[in-house]
């Protein structure tokens, strides 16, 4: 099936998103590297970590105005998660901060559940920048905290018109599946050549996506409609 085909219009548009992009990635890294040498000869050939670092990232940052209001929310999610990130790993190194796989799960945990709790209770705006997250749950109402479209014969917490438990059967196959793709693929493509080997280098680990997807949507799911179970 063929794409739509874009209008003359379209075509400008995007051509304007990716001059305004291009525009502020130069202009970050050209003004970074300028304001290095005019601050160092300002304060005397003298290098330190305001003069160096902090003074020219903090004006190159004007240049995200380049960026359409909407792309905006994306690239400071980026840089948000950059700095937290660094300081997550330079917390780790001077040893302030212990990492094990029960305190990242429990993190994980909280911060979806976060994330789950936001995006079902934000309201439909067309202007809002989309969330990327393999998974979207029904949207529900601020004001009563039901969902926005239900069906009728159901409870609120059933926005679907099967039955619960194909209901959660579907979306934990359906992602296992997409996550076990995702994973074979990026393992048997580079060795596409050889078939054989491709295949043959398959292990049970590449199931663990899969699990994770699958087992993610299935204990969403399922946790919203216990009854299913019984």
């Not at 995007?14 to 970074?32: N, P, R």
């Not at 304060?43 to 940052?61: D, M």
């Not at 043959?200 to 179970?229: A, D, E, Q, V």
Request: charged letters at 20%; one cysteine or more.
């Amino acid at each position: 099936m063929k794409g739509k085909k874009l209008t003359k219009k379209e075509v400008l548009e995007q051509s304007k998103l990716y001059l305004k992009s291009g525009i502020f990635g130069l202009t970050v890294a050209g003004s970074f590297v300028t304001l290095n040498c005019i601050f160092r000869n300002l304060f005397f050939s003298q290098f330190s970590y305001y003069n160096t670092v902090l003074l020219p990232c903090t004006i190159s940052g004007l240049a995200v105005y380049f960026e359409p209001p909407h792309r905006r929310i994306l690239v400071l999610n980026l840089f948000v998660n950059l700095v937290f990130e660094y300081w997550v790993r330079t917390l780790e190194m001077k040893g302030w901060l212990r990492r094990s796989p029960g305190r990242e799960t429990l993190i994980f945990m909280f911060s979806s559940a976060v994330l789950f709790y936001l995006m079902r209770r934000e309201r439909e705006n067309d202007k809002r920048t989309p969330i990327f997250w393999f998974f979207t749950p029904p949207r529900v109402s601020k004001e009563v905290g039901e969902p926005i479209e239900g069906f009728e014969g159901r409870s609120h917490a059933c926005p679907h018109e099967e039955s619960c438990r194909s209901y959660i059967l579907k979306g934990t196959a359906k992602l296992f599946g997409v996550g076990c793709a995702m994973t074979m693929l990026r393992t048997i493509l580079p060795r596409i050549l050889t078939p054989a080997k491709a295949f043959k280098s398959l292990k049970l680990s590449h199931l663990k996506l899969g699990l994770f997807f699958g087992g993610y949507i299935g204990i969403y799911r399922g946790g919203r409609n216990p009854k299913c179970f019984y």
